[in-house]
Nanobody, 121 residues
Framework: QVQLVESGGGLVQPGGSLRLSCAAS????????MGWYRQAPGNQRELVAAITVSGYTNYADSAKGRFTISRDNAKITVYLQMNSLKPEDTGVYYCNQKIATIGSPQLRDYWGQGTQVTVSS
């Protein structure tokens, strides 16, 4: 059993910053890529940023230059530092981690519970 617990969302004014965290726990054998996704009302879930186990990063065009994804493999945690936030960044943010468990050696997707980010004055 694996659980991903997110924290760090909230209400922030335009131009402000937030830092999201997502920690995994459970019977973890191996971790691989991690990422953050956003789902705005009425829209599909979309990738915001991703990071490989070696630290290679990939960002949506809307996040480039403002957001930074990072990870701590020892803590099995992925972070998303969001700066210069805009109203269009509003949505529910979900973390994703590709994990193999002790009972199942194949990598599979695990998702956090989602955290609301609202950018508004």
């Amino acid at each position: 059993q694996v659980q991903l617990v997110e924290s760090g969302g909230g209400l922030v004014q335009p131009g402000g910053s937030l830092r999201l965290s997502c920690a995994a726990s459970g019977s973890i054998r191996r971790i691989n890529d991690m990422g953050w996704y956003r789902q705005a009302p009425g829209n599909q879930r979309e990738l915001v940023a991703a990071i490989t186990v070696s630290g290679y990063t990939n960002y949506a065009d809307s996040a480039k230059g403002r957001f930074t994804i990072s990870r701590d493999n020892a803590k099995i945690t992925v972070y998303l530092q969001m700066n210069s936030l805009k109203p269009e960044d509003t949505g529910v943010y979900y973390c994703n981690q590709k994990i193999a468990t002790i009972g199942s050696p194949q990598l599979r997707d695990y998702w956090g519970q989602g955290t609301q980010v609202t950018v508004s004055s």
